[in-house]
């Protein structure tokens, strides 16, 4: 139980484009969902949180309008980097809280983006 | 500013030696502690889960908390190479947020 998918697992886009990151509980339905971001050799820096049907709620210094969050359903959340440039290059990270648990997170696998 | 804080290691142990990895926060309030195993190019993976002061024991894993110190704790008994990993403390301060925050880990290397 408690798995977590993320689409696509790596992706190369030039600069200035946009790329979209799905992430998706398969087995379990998430009211709250994390985006996070890993620099190599750095701690995860949460980004947004991201609760169903609601507006996410972005950590201080994470432009929104930049890093789009939807989180649509109980099991899917999107992230959107918008106009990508070299230095958003980064492991980019989801979690999901199930209803009930106790802040329990369980993380996909990872996307990573490198900006060209 | 709410923090938890670990040492970066690395932590070096001998395969079938105990490794212990320590972790302090800096909130009273907080209510729930976890620990994540996260090897190299991969995402965290919970490994365990602890609520209330005390041990709290699964497989060669023991997790041990004390809110009054404030600082929780990871024991790993019969270390394996497998076991070498960065080990992240994340703790949840309460609110309605749910969100964890996470120490910087501390790095195991577990030697033959």
């Known amino acids: 139980g408690a798995v977590v998918s993320q689409h696509p697992s790596w992706v190369i886009c030039k600069s200035g484009t946009s790329v979209k990151i799905e992430c998706r509980s398969l087995?379990?339905?998430?009211?709250?969902m994390f985006w996070y971001r890993q620099f190599p050799k750095q701690s995860l820096m949460l980004m947004a949180t991201?609760?169903?049907?609601?507006?996410?709620?972005?950590e201080q210094g994470v432009e929104k309008d930049k890093f789009l969050i939807n989180h649509a359903s109980l099991t899917l959340s999107t992230l959107t980097v918008t106009s990508a440039h070299p230095e958003d290059s980064s492991f980019y990270i989801c979690?999901?809280?199930?209803?009930?648990?106790?802040?329990?997170?369980?993380f996909g696998p990872g996307t990573r983006l490198t900006v060209l | 500013q709410k923090e938890v804080e670990q040492n970066s290691g690395p932590l070096s142990v001998p395969e079938g030696a105990i490794a212990s990895l320590n972790c302090t926060y800096s909130d009273r309030g907080s209510q729930s502690f976890f620990w994540y195993r996260q090897y190299s190019g991969k995402s965290p993976e919970l490994i365990m889960s602890?609520?209330?002061?005390g041990d709290k024991e699964d497989g060669r894993f023991t997790a041990q908390l004390n809110k009054a110190s404030q600082y929780v704790s990871l024991l790993i008994r019969d270390s394996q190479p497998s076991d070498s990993a960065t080990y992240l403390c994340a703790v949840n301060f309460g609110g309605t947020a749910s969100k964890l925050t996470f120490g910087t880990g501390t790095r195991l290397q577990v030697t033959l």
């Open positions: 991201s609760n169903e049907g609601s507006k996410a709620t972005y």
């Open positions: 602890i609520y209330s002061n």
């Open positions: 979690s999901a809280r199930s209803q009930g648990a106790r802040n329990e997170q369980f």
């Open positions: 087995d379990f339905q998430a009211t709250t």
